[in-house]
């Protein structure tokens, strides 16, 4: 298995426009987790989903926040509109049990 | 709120010896605990787990020890290497646990010396 796949790596976008990034967790996974990553707060769970129904979004910033799973392959955090205070790395992660998979990240820079 | 936390955020050891990452955990409900290890320009890898019934559990290199009267968790790295050099994280779940998340501390760089 490929790992839970992330794209894209690096995005880098001027404020004010829309942002996505994408996650296809590992097949056989039934629960995806969106975090986010900065040096001031760490590591934040921001939406996870089980069996594709988001169970709890609470850790999403504010409405310009929003992350859907169409099917049970892909994910997507979208961001809109994007600022600069967005800035970090976004981590996709999935789960069966209680270990999670982490992929490599997407590290998002708003200008 | 409750959170997890950790009471070293640097920790640097000479190559070959062992060492002691600690974490304090907060939230007496939480029956799973996690390491996990982030090297640079990467996501955490899972290391090592252990479920409350427990205080004691080891892999290859590590252990992790809970001590639930204090509330602390530790992992143990033995005969370090230059690839332990990383960001090591613990995390607890709460019950009901699984696909509830994980809580995740600040992190500790350990930081390996030839």
């Known amino acids: 298995d490929a790992g839970v796949i992330q794209s894209p790596r690096h995005e880098v976008t001027e404020m004010g426009q829309e942002v996505t990034l994408r996650c296809k967790p590992i097949?056989?996974?039934?629960?995806l987790f969106w975090y986010r990553q900065t040096m001031m707060r760490g590591l934040e769970l921001l939406i996870y989903?089980?069996?594709?129904?988001?169970?709890?979004d609470s850790g999403m910033p504010e409405d310009r926040f929003s992350a859907k799973m169409p099917n049970a392959s892909f994910s997507t955090l979208k961001i809109q509109p994007s600022e600069p205070r967005d800035s970090a790395v976004y981590f996709c992660?999935?789960?069966?049990?209680?270990?999670?998979?982490f992929g490599p990240g997407t590290r998002l820079t708003v200008t | 709120g409750e959170s997890v936390g950790l009471h070293l955020p640097t920790l640097s050891v000479q190559e070959g010896d062992n060492s002691i990452i600690n974490c304090a955990y907060s939230?007496?409900?939480?029956?799973?605990f996690i390491w996990y290890k982030q090297e640079s320009g990467k996501g955490p890898q899972f290391i090592i787990d252990?479920?409350?019934?427990?205080d004691k559990r080891q892999g290859q290199r590590v252990t992790v020890l809970l001590n639930k009267t204090v509330k602390h968790l530790s992992l143990q790295i033995a005969a370090t290497q230059p690839g332990d050099s990383a960001v090591y994280f613990c995390?607890?779940?709460?019950?009901?646990?699984?696909?509830?998340?994980?809580?995740f501390g600040k992190g500790t760089h350990l930081i390996i010396q030839p």
């Open positions: 992660a999935s789960s069966n049990l209680d270990e999670q998979y």
């Open positions: 097949s056989g996974h039934n629960s």
């Open positions: 989903f089980n069996n594709n129904v988001p169970i709890d």
């Open positions: 939230n007496s409900a939480s029956d799973y």
């Open positions: 252990i479920r409350s019934n427990m």
């Open positions: 995390a607890e779940n709460v019950p009901p646990g699984g696909a509830d998340g994980l809580t």
